[in-house]
């Protein structure tokens, strides 16, 4: 019975997942939704974490060698010791940095939602394709190797679909305007891309 029930949670978690990025307009209409929005933060964690792990392993100097600089004059091995242990610290700031702009533009539309509503939602949205990413990522790495001409388009794509999933559940709470969504898919997106461009890459 205990098996059963374990098993019965997994699956429903994960067709919450996926239906947060597959049909993210009515994710929160879904009581299963509902229920595992309300911990988006623990998978920002978990997230995360996760990243602090396969940086453990990531060989700087071979395949996995960085195709831009280290940021702030950096030499590889301080940006290798930056990305195994502060990972979790740079990626809960980023998704609340994003959560903030984002709940910023929407309170100057009059569609207020809270910081920590936006956070949650995040958190659920960018899960599923960040694991789908993984995959990628291995895939390049150990075919055409860690080059930009390639990486950087994937993971445009990853951003773009991550990024629309969000805005559509939160559009769910608030009723977006086709021009609101877009602008608010802009905004999660830019966000993201200048701190990772300016402290991560």
Request: hydrophobic share 55%; charged share 10%.
């Amino acid at each position: 019975m205990l098996l059963e029930n374990v098993s019965s949670g997994g699956n429903t978690m994960l067709r919450a997942l996926c239906q947060s990025v597959v049909t993210p307009r009515s994710f929160l209409e879904n009581p299963e939704g509902y229920r595992i929005v309300q911990y988006g933060w623990l998978f920002i964690i978990a997230r995360w974490l996760a990243n602090s792990f396969i940086f453990s392993f990531r060989d700087y100097y071979g395949f996995w060698k960085p195709f831009a600089p280290p940021p702030f004059g950096l030499n590889v091995d301080t940006y290798a010791f930056v990305q195994k242990y502060f990972s979790v610290v740079f990626g809960v700031g980023l998704m609340v940095a994003i959560s903030v702009g984002l709940s910023g533009y929407l309170r100057m539309i009059e569609k207020g939602v809270p910081v920590v509503d936006i956070l949650n939602i995040l958190g659920i949205t960018f899960f599923l394709p960040w694991v789908v990413v993984q995959v990628i990522d291995f895939a390049v790495v150990y075919t055409v190797g860690w080059v930009g001409i390639v990486v950087i388009p994937v993971h445009a794509g990853i951003l773009v679909w991550e990024s629309a999933a969000a805005t559509e559940v939160i559009s769910g709470t608030c009723n977006l305007k086709l021009i609101e969504k877009v602008i608010s898919t802009a905004v999660i997106m830019v966000i993201w891309i200048l701190l990772c461009t300016v402290l991560w890459r």
